[in-house]
């Protein structure tokens, strides 16, 4: 007998993991909800919708409310999440005159439709190669979007150029110009931009830009500015060298933790030797550094003379698995990993191997090798 759509449609709601309906109640929570009301009642022409829970989103959303806020200009900033997003019903809000896009240009057809059920300037920023065929002429001429993607401009970046250049146009009684931020702000903000943008891009190369990436992100559980009232002076207050260092002190404690367990390297005969031999350590407790010591293993085994391959072993769920990691481009590491039932790249890998299995792998030529005997 065949279950009924509307059973099935409980039963898949009902075995929806609890994460997604915190993240349900969070985005679409009633104090979201609550605050699109009193937006409609209050007819507040402007509405910011921001990538959540991405940085360039939330210091796009940043300098829209500086920009409002600098004008006294009504507005209602919210986070929005592919995981549990608004409806265009939702946010339909009586007397709106424009709604930005921050790092995002919304699912497939909202914007449009959002402009089309309230005859409202869409104006949306992305930096995404995804976002490029949003981009088209048609809906541009016809409809009020306008979608700025720039491929070599993280969202965030844009967001502020955009911002400041509105606010400079700007003309007051007294002449007096207002800047988006002071001078102490501004340099302070526009080096976290830079850093920000360099990883929105892949292109990782300003200095310490790893150490800036892991101390970034602790903030990113603060980016919902329904549930976090601070969130915009918090990010205000961000400073590079801050991050740095606290990224810095973070990496240092992980390379003395894996330093450790380098001390005790043993050969592996992958395959039983039919993929060639390579260096490998047992990190029982310390599985998540497994991509840290995979690497320097690899090293390790090229200086070795072995493949320049690093086996990182340890128990998962009462499983034994075998992590392999590579620095070498014409190495792949998945053919091994592929042929016991696993998979990944050809620079990072791993498998579940049969504990029998592992230890004919354990090569009986050599005792473990100190980790100062193969450490470039």
Known sequence: ????????????????????????????SDAALEAI????????????????????GAYGALFAHLYHSRLDLPCLILPFSAAAPFRVDDLCIEGMKTCYFLD???????????????????????????????????????????????????????????FCSKLSETRFDNDDSINLLNHEDRERVEMVLKYIQDGDLRQWSLPDIKAFNIGLKEWRSKLNCITN???????????????????????????????KLLRKVF???????FYG??????????????????????QMSATAGLRPIGAVIHMQRNNLKMCLRTLDSSTDTSEVAKAYGGGGSPSSSSFIIRMDEYNQWLSTQSSPIRQSSGRR
């Open 1 to 28: 007998m065949s279950l009924s759509a509307t059973f099935k449609r409980r039963l898949t709601a009902s075995s929806l993991p609890s994460r997604f309906h915190i993240l349900v109640r969070r985005f679409r």
């Open 104 to 162: 995002f240009l919304g699912p497939k057809d909202f914007a449009l439709e959002l402009s089309r059920r309230k005859s409202s300037e869409i104006i949306g920023f992305d930096h995404r190669k995804s976002a490029l065929c949003r981009n088209s002429p048609s809906e541009n001429s016809d409809m009020k979007l306008r979608f700025h993607v720039n491929i070599e401009k993280s969202s965030s970046a844009a967001a502020y150029e955009y």
């Open 267 to 273: 050969r592996v005969r992958l395959g039983r030797g």
């Open 37 to 56: 009301r009193e937006a409609s009642e209050n007819e507040t022409p402007n509405l910011v919708l921001y990538n959540y829970p991405s940085f360039s």
């Open 277 to 298: 031999e390579c260096l490998g350590v047992r990190a029982d407790g310390n599985s998540d550094f497994s991509d840290e010591i995979g690497k320097e293993l690899s």
């Open 229 to 259: 009232s601070s969130m915009f002076q918090q990010l205000m207050e961000i400073s590079c060298a801050d991050l740095i260092t606290r990224g810095n002190a973070y990496l240092s404690g992980r390379q003395t933790a894996a330093n």
